[in-house]
C-alpha cells in the first residue's frame, strides 16, 4: 500500500479506501468524484497519497418508496442466406494469388 513501485493513486470511496481501483463500483451509484494531487493528499493520507487521492461519494439512500431500475439487452445472430457480400469461394481466391505472383515484377 505505498508508493514504492505503484503509481496508481489512492482511492476512497465513502472514507474507506479500496485497493482494486474504481474497476468494480457502478457508474449509476456516483454522486461526486474529487481528486487531489497536491501536497494536501499526502499532509492528509500520508504516504499511501502521495501519487494522488481519488475521493468518491456514493450516493445515500432516500425515503419513499423503492425505485429500481433495469437495463438490459436481448439479441441474435444468424448468419446471412446466400452471399450477400459476394465473397469469393476458394478456388477463386487460390487464382486471385496466383495470378499476383505471376503478374509480379518480383517472381519474372
Known amino acids: 500500500m505505498t508508493s514504492f513501485g505503484n503509481s496508481d493513486p489512492l482511492v476512497v470511496v465513502d472514507g ?25 493528499a ?10 494522488g487521492v481519488i475521493v468518491v461519494t456514493t450516493k445515500k439512500g432516500r425515503q419513499g418508496k423503492a425505485v429500481i431500475t433495469y437495463d438490459g439487452y436481448v439479441g441474435t445472430q444468424r448468419p446471412l442466406s446466400g452471399n450477400p457480400f459476394n465473397i469469393a469461394n476458394t478456388q477463386e481466391t487460390a487464382n486471385a494469388i496466383w495470378k499476383e505472383f505471376a503478374n509480379s515484377p518480383l517472381f519474372r
Open 42 to 51: 499526502a499532509a492528509i493520507y500520508g504516504v499511501r497519497g502521495s501519487n
Open 16 to 40: 474507506v479506501q479500496i485497493p482494486g481501483g474504481l474497476h468494480d463500483l457502478n457508474v449509476n451509484d456516483i454522486e461526486s468524484i474529487q481528486v487531489l494531487k497536491d501536497a494536501g
